[in-house]
T-cell receptor
Framework: GDSVTQMEGPVTLSEEAFLTINCTYT??????LFWYVQYPGEGLQLLLK?????DKGSNKGFEATYRKETTSFHLEKGSVQVSDSAVYFC?????????????FGSGTQLTVLP | ETGVTQSPTHLIKTRGQQVTLRCSSQ?????VSWYQQALGQGPQFIFQ???????GRGNFPPRFSGLQFPNYSSELNVNALELDDSALYLC?????????????FGEGSRLTVL
């Protein structure tokens, strides 16, 4: 079945540091890939997405490129801020079957220190 | 635009009891999905409802059941509660047509089973 493997956390960075959170996936079809973010006390929010190979999703300074050859969708940001502290989830949606669910990774807790 | 709202936000039950969780979908959305998020884990798909019909189900036993109403709001019912049912239950809504995979999540209902 489909699965998503995320870099284990927690990750602690200083403000303005470079961020990478690794994500790899296994899917039977041709999935769409997503990064969701969960800020403290809030629901999950879509951060960015990519729907086909070599697409780059970007939002709020975050980027991720859909790499079919390495089955990866790593999240990057050049300069993190304290306000980026949250839990980040990589997810996929496989449209090849009748299932309509998102399959999530286990999440990576990011803490950014001033 | 009203977002996804869930109730109650917190509740405590004992083993063997039954619980009903409620969700109001975002305005204009006709599809509702439910996810279970155990502590430190990513959300796991329970089921999805589209126009009042179940439209996909994850690997959860039949004691997890749901409903969707004509106004697209939804309920999640769990019978014969077990300790492992303790989790954050997330509701997400989306537009069934032109489905891009983006889900809009509520803040969740945190269930503790003692």
């Amino acid at each position: 079945g489909d699965s998503v493997t995320q870099m284990e956390g927690p990750v602690t960075l200083s403000e303005e540091a470079f961020l990478t959170i690794n994500c790899t996936y296994t899917a039977t079809g041709y999935p769409s890939l997503f990064w969701y973010v969960q800020y403290p006390g809030e629901g999950l929010q879509l951060l960015l997405k990519a729907t086909k190979a070599d697409d780059k999703g970007s939002n709020k300074g975050f980027e991720a490129t859909y790499r079919k050859e390495t089955t990866s969708f790593h999240l990057e940001k050049g300069s993190v801020q304290v306000s980026d502290s949250a839990v980040y989830f990589c997810a996929l949606r496989d449209f090849s079957g009748s299932a309509r669910q998102l399959t999530f990774g286990s999440g990576t807790q990011l803490t950014v220190l001033p | 635009e009203t977002g996804v709202t869930q109730s109650p936000t917190h509740l405590i039950k004992t083993r063997g009891q039954q619980v009903t969780l409620r969700c109001s979908s975002q305005s204009g959305h006709n599809t509702v999905s439910w996810y279970q998020q155990a502590l430190g884990q990513g959300p796991q798909f329970i089921f999805q409802y589209y126009r009042e019909e179940e439209n996909g189900r994850g690997n959860f036993p039949p004691r997890f059941s749901g409903l969707q109403f004509p106004n697209y709001s939804s309920e999640l019912n769990v019978n014969a509660l077990e300790l492992d049912d303790s989790a954050l239950y997330l509701c997400a809504s989306s537009s069934g047509t032109g489905d891009t995979g983006e889900l809009f999540f509520g803040e969740g209902s945190r269930l503790t089973v003692l």
